[in-house]
């Protein structure tokens, strides 16, 4: 049996080999008729959603740094051309593809598995419940997502890089924020970042499972896929969290301090709070604490039809156990029907239940700011706490809602003046794609990751801040008098 090295050297040698094919049909790295004008570089930045992915490409050094977001065409809604399901086809024979075909099988859930250990969010098309590895399917995800963005972006702004000889290609891969962290899930994400960019090289019918578990491998061999690889990138992992912030930070609300950001998704809710200031001309982005939970708009939705069938299952089984069986049977219209109010006050319970979670959720983040990270900021006696909301739910009004409740909590407990909400504004870079602001809302991540790391700035993770020291215990003893004094 072939050695590893054997493998992978069989299934990545001469990436770049002649065939009747161009480069660019292959690859679509590179322009087929380019320029005299040097090098352009490209930076994909690419938020890997739990439900949909979103891409925006941008060309830092031309006039305005132009960028893109990818539309994604027949593999979308018409009305959301931007988001592209997560969700992989595979054939019998491993091949790969974003759409539907006859007897393919449909795998979701491919982030989801990446990061979380619960056995509880393993779904029925999930990788795990179908057999599959989780890192393989995102490998082969992401680079199908890769190989259709570049190919848009070359055929559609030609323009743009036409006159230059070579494109230099990089990108950033959006995380959850405990994942850019020194922990297992930061190393997943690098790993299967770098071996989706380099099956994406090779053009669609080579990106097959097989080859994904080479790439893998390959990373594992040598801590990365781009040994002397001239098809490789500039590859970083950010959180998604600070890509979000990177609006905001560039925008005239921008205000240097504490804040709190929340991206809610389809499936799960990010929560972190930071602190945003410049340091030697450069942004820099502290994180202090994070969570994620899967309490995005799609939880909401799938709790309320859980609630339902549990509603009918109870009213069903009430009407099977009033049968005696010495009687006829008899059944009227009006007992097939549940009781409106009762199906109503269920369905409220089974919001107030997300409600809450998700109120405790950010408790917890803010309080444990207040006390381990960053006891003394000003904001927390005087002033509003800075929440940026982002995300395809930014708009929901369960949402808002919950954040009204947080700025009554906030205002009795901290004795400061609540939260003040922010949606960070459209960039002016992005308005040729995306002229809606709710359509931004769902590209903020996207258009944060688009942009080059040295414009981004320095991210801090949270493991490399200490917390504060606790303030000395309060001494009561000078208001007791002594039983010699009395």
């Known amino acids: ?54 891409v925006v490409i941008q060309a830092p050094d031309l006039p305005g ?192 301090g504490l804040h709190v950001m929340i991206d809610v998704g389809s499936s799960t809710v990010d929560v ?7 340091k030697e001309g450069s942004d820099r982005y502290e994180l202090l604490i994070a969570d994620v939970k899967p309490l995005g708009t799609y939880r909401l939705y799938s709790e309320n039809i859980l609630t339902l069938k549990e509603a009918y299952e109870k009213h069903i089984a009430q009407l099977r156990d009033k049968h005696e069986p010495m009687e006829p049977i008899k059944l009227c219209n009006d007992e097939l029907f549940i009781d409106e109010e009762h199906l109503i006050d269920a369905l409220k319970g089974a919001k107030e239940k997300i409600k809450q979670e998700l109120l405790y959720m950010l408790r917890v983040v803010i309080w444990q700011t207040k006390c381990r990270r960053d006891r003394t900021a000003p904001i927390w006696k005087k002033g509003r706490l800075p929440v940026l909301l982002i995300g395809g739910g930014n708009r929901d009004e369960f949402f808002r809602a919950a954040l009204g409740e947080i700025d009554d909590w906030l205002i009795f407990n901290a004795k ?29 991540v996207a258009w944060g990751l688009s942009h080059r790391s040295l414009d981004i700035g320095d991210i801090i993770p949270a493991d490399q801040i200490k917390d504060v020291k606790p303030p000395p215990p309060r001494s009561y003893r000078h208001k007791f008098v002594g039983k010699e004094l009395t």
Request: proline share 5%; net charge negative.
């Open 65 to 256: 740094r132009p960028s893109y977001a990818i539309r994604f065409g027949r593999l979308t809604h018409e009305e959301t051309p931007y988001l592209l399901p997560t969700k992989l086809y595979i054939s019998s024979d491993g091949t790969c593809s974003l759409g539907k075909f006859d007897n393919a099988q449909v795998i979701s859930d491919i982030k989801l598995e990446l990061f979380s250990k619960e056995d509880d969010i393993f779904s029925n098309l999930g990788p795990t419940r179908q057999n599959m590895a989780p890192k393989e399917i995102a490998v082969c995800y992401l680079a199908l997502v890769l190989w259709v963005s570049r190919r848009w972006f070359l055929e559609k702004k030609v323009d743009l890089i036409k006159q230059f000889t070579e494109i230099v290609w990089s990108m950033n891969l959006g995380v959850p924020s405990p994942c850019i962290e020194d922990n297992e899930e930061n190393l997943t994400f690098r790993q299967v970042g770098e071996a989706a960019w380099k099956l994406s090289t090779l053009g669609p019918k080579k990106i097959t499972l097989d080859n994904a578990r080479s790439a893998l491998e390959e990373f594992n061999l040598y801590g990365s896929c781009f040994m002397d690889d001239e098809n490789g990138c500039d590859f970083t992992i950010v959180p998604e969290i600070a890509a979000g912030a990177i609006g905001y930070a560039m925008s005239t609300l921008r205000k240097e």
């Open 416 to 444: 400061n003046d609540g939260i003040s909400l922010i949606t960070p504004p459209i960039p002016d870079s992005l308005t040729d794609s995306v002229s809606d602001e709710n359509q931004y809302n769902l590209l903020a």
């Open 1 to 54: 049996m072939a050695s590893i090295k054997e493998r992978i050297k069989g299934f990545f040698s001469n990436p770049r080999e002649k065939s009747t094919d161009s480069i660019l049909e292959k690859s679509y790295l590179q322009y087929d008729r380019p320029g005299k004008n040097g090098e352009c570089e490209l930076v994909v930045g690419l938020d890997f959603g739990t439900s949909s992915s979103k």
């Open 272 to 278: 972190c709070s930071f602190r945003l200031n410049k």
